[in-house]
């Protein structure tokens, strides 16, 4: 073996003289070969391509089965956004209307409540232009209250109209659901809401809400559920419907389609609350956007 020949021993079979010759024109078999493969064009917006299943779209926030919403307005996932995306407000159940001059507490299932045990997110906004989707913000939430859903139809002609406040995030109420404020189940605590261990409304928050909202909508359905004569009401999974369009009325309709409830909502793994879940103080909000200011 001559000394040019020890320094360089490729690795890769040489080509023999017939491929040589053809190699200079051997990229147009890929042209060619795929000239007779089905077209792969999608029909978008005409025809809506369904993501994968753990696709990171817009959020949701979640709902238990009765109805009282999952957020409690502990901000944890304010604090775990890179982009400083999400703006979080807590408030206190017992500061509702309807629990004037009464003492509301996290074991107390009487009064209103907006969600189980001493707080709720009473302003949650969401500024899209700053989202880089990353997913943070669902796993740090202790309730599973945030989650993702298959929605990536996120665009706006507005700046501020980017910036989604908690009526476009909400999840709808499933049929059979009851629309808070109500009591929480009579008996359980926030740790059972946690646990799953809620299942639907009882008959007892409906009679406590024809009592105070005798015109709620979701009386009726949710009646035939606490009395067993409807199923429970079910949370959704992913699913995107063709039919949903652009805007804020079908985002909202939209919603009830996606639904971003993984396959083990509800189950043990949300149960990571304390007991004093909106400790985080005024002075750490101050940092915060204001409510509609557009800081992207
Ligand atoms: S409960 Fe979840 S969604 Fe609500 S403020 Fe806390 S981390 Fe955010």
Not at 124 to 131: D, E, F, G, P
Not at 136 to 147: D, F, G, S, Y
Not at 179 to 195: F, R, W
Not at 197 to 215: F, I, K, N, S, Y
Request: charged share 25%.
């Amino acid at each position: 073996m001559s000394e040019r020949e020890k320094e360089y021993q490729p690795l890769r079979p040489q080509p023999g003289p017939i491929a040589e010759i053809f190699a200079p024109v051997a990229g147009f078999g890929v042209t060619l070969s795929s000239m007779f493969k089905p077209t792969v064009t999608e029909q978008y917006p005409r025809k809506k391509v369904q993501p994968q299943r753990r696709y990171h779209g817009r959020h949701q926030l979640n709902r238990y089965a009765d109805g009282l919403e999952k957020c409690i307005g502990c901000e944890l996932c304010a604090w775990a956004c890179p982009a400083d995306a999400i703006y979080v407000e807590g408030a206190s159940n017992a500061d509702l209307p309807e629990n004037a001059g009464r003492e509301v507490r996290a074991d107390d299932s009487g009064g209103a409540h907006m969600s189980p045990g001493e707080r709720y997110g009473r302003v949650y906004q969401i500024n899209y232009l700053r989202c880089i989707f990353c997913g943070l913000c669902i796993e740090a939430c202790p309730t599973r209250a945030l989650t993702m859903t298959n929605d990536y139809e996120l665009a706006g002609n507005t700046r501020s109209g980017m910036i989604y406040e908690k009526q476009d995030l909400l999840a709808p109420l499933a049929e059979g659901m009851l629309a808070a404020p109500h009591p929480m189940v009579e008996g359980t605590t926030d740790t059972d809401y946690y646990s799953g261990d809620v299942l639907g409304p009882t008959t007892a928050q409906v009679d406590w809400v024809r009592e105070h909202r005798p015109e709620d909508e979701t009386l009726e359905a949710a009646q035939a559920a606490a009395s067993g004569q409807a199923p429970a009401p079910t949370l959704r999974k992913h699913e995107l419907r063709p039919d949903e369009g652009p805007g804020a009325a079908e985002r909202s309709a939209g919603a009830a389609a996606v639904g971003s409830v993984r396959e083990d909502e509800g189950s043990t793994t949300g149960a990571r609350a304390t007991s004093e879940p909106g400790s985080t103080s005024e002075a750490q909000l101050t940092g915060a956007p204001a409510r509609t200011e557009v800081t992207a």
